[in-house]
């Protein structure tokens, strides 16, 4: 085949992108995967805080030395605006902090061991079908080519523009929040297992501010918002919040970064006729929390292979497509759909009840079993747990009601 003819193309370089490619390409098959960026990495607006058994899943827990920023987070300080906390730990480490543009790295150099082909500053501005084919037309550098392949893998972010093109939905702009990070070193009072959250309307609201830590004394601090400038936001909660602002007085910002996370769920049509769409780009984002790496990911493996199988057996009808669907719904969907309920739930809550849903939750026997059945990835089943809570009830009863009526 000539470099514009592949069997399958992949449109984006992130982390969904990139695990789609990789899959596909190990098992044998020809693919290329364009980015518009003029190169792969850059994505620093990321936390990049992700469950050890979510790397697992997509068999990258032996990441290289200097991609890991924090390998002992064990588990996470809750926040009420009343400055009230409650402490969730697990005994051992779950989570890792990653630099996210050498970990995107890393992930483009696994693709490229497989022999996937990457070109960088190469935007694809229009996927047509024509007979069983697709033809994909590119802007590089001011020049137009066209590539022609059997499969698209899309994988383009939280702003997708080709999904419409083809019929397919995009992910709802109204539950997009903005985000702003900075990072700080010189922090006092952290400490290096536990992120910090802080559930606290008047300076996130719509979702949350974080601390999360790369040392005992240096830290991505954050937070997103459904009100902009989410800058200011950051700047108020580092002035003015009564706890997080001593720990952050003779903090230094080394870097600001600025992002956009969709926190709708998912499209319910991931696929059509030669296509599939992952990650951020078919809402594979946690409402809760934001993190969109590990489901991507997991759902991204499953394209690469479907894109495989569809080669083999020369399937690139939207039927045999679908399996792509039912494999990564039936893996997360569920769990996606409550956390867009718990993420709604919690937004209903004014100030007092958060302080109350937090003074309810420390009781010992509640937080342990948040700490033991917690899992960042499997909410569900922490949800399910807490729903058995009688002592949660009464709470549950007066504020779902006014949630109810406000749906
Ligand atoms: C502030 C913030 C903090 C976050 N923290 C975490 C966290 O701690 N843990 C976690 O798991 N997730 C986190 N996320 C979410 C995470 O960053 C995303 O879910 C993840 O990067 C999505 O991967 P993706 O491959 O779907 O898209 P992206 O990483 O956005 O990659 C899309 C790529 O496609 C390219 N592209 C787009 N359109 C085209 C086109 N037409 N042609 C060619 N190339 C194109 C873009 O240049 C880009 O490189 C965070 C997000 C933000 C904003």
């Not at 609201?205 to 937070?223: E, N, Q, R």
């Amino acid at each position: 085949m000539n470099a514009n003819e592949t069997e399958i193309v992949v449109v984006g370089g992130g982390p969904a992108g990139l695990i789609s490619a990789k899959t596909a390409a190990a098992k044998g098959r020809s693919v290329i995967l364009f980015d518009s960026k003029d190169k792969i990495g850059f994505h620093e607006h990321c936390a990049g805080l992700l469950s050890i058994q979510g790397l697992k899943d997509l068999n990258l827990e032996k990441l290289p030395s200097g991609i890991i920023q924090n390998n002992s987070i064990k588990g996470a300080i809750i926040f009420s605006p009343s400055g009230k906390s409650i402490t969730v730990e697990k005994e051992q480490p779950t989570a890792y902090v990653v630099n996210r543009e050498k970990f995107n790295i890393h992930l483009y150099n696994l693709a490229t061991e497989v022999g996937v082909n990457t070109e960088t500053s190469s935007r694809v501005l229009k996927v047509e079908r024509e007979n069983k084919s697709l033809i994909l037309k590119l802007g590089k550098k001011n020049a137009y080519r066209k590539v022609v392949s059997r499969i698209a893998i899309l994988a383009e972010g939280r702003f997708p523009q080709i999904n419409k093109q083809i019929g397919l939905p995009i992910p709802s702009r109204n539950s997009i929040v903005f985000s702003s990070m900075y990072m700080m070193k010189n922090l006092k009072d952290i400490n290096p297992n536990f992120v910090e959250i802080y559930q606290d309307q008047r300076f996130a609201p719509g979702f949350f501010t974080w601390i999360i830590p790369t040392s005992d004394t240096t830290a991505k601090v954050g937070l997103a918002s459904t009100n902009v400038p989410a800058r200011n936001f950051l700047n108020l909660f580092i002035q003015k919040h009564p706890i997080a602002r001593k720990k952050l007085e003779n903090a230094v910002i080394e870097k600001r970064t600025n992002g956009a996370i969709p926190l709708g769920s998912f499209i319910r049509k991931t696929f059509t006729d030669n296509i599939m769409v992952v990650g951020d780009a078919a809402g594979q984002t946690k409402p809760t929390t934001g993190g969109g790496v590990i489901f991507g990911g997991v759902a991204a493996q499953f394209a690469g292979q479907i894109a495989s199988d569809a080669i083999i057996q020369e399937r690139y009808d939207a039927r045999f497509l679908s399996q792509y669907s039912k494999l990564w719904k039936r893996k997360f969907s569920s769990n996606l759909t409550i956390m867009r309920l718990v993420r709604n739930y919690l937004n209903s809550l004014n100030e007092k009840e958060i302080n109350r849903l937090l003074l309810i939750l420390n009781n010992p026997k509640v937080k342990h079993k948040i700490s033991e059945k917690g899992d960042v990835d499997n909410q569900k089943k922490i949800v399910m747990n807490l729903l058995t809570e009688m002592r949660l009830w009464p709470f549950i009863i007066k504020t779902g009601f006014k949630f109810l009526l406000n749906l």
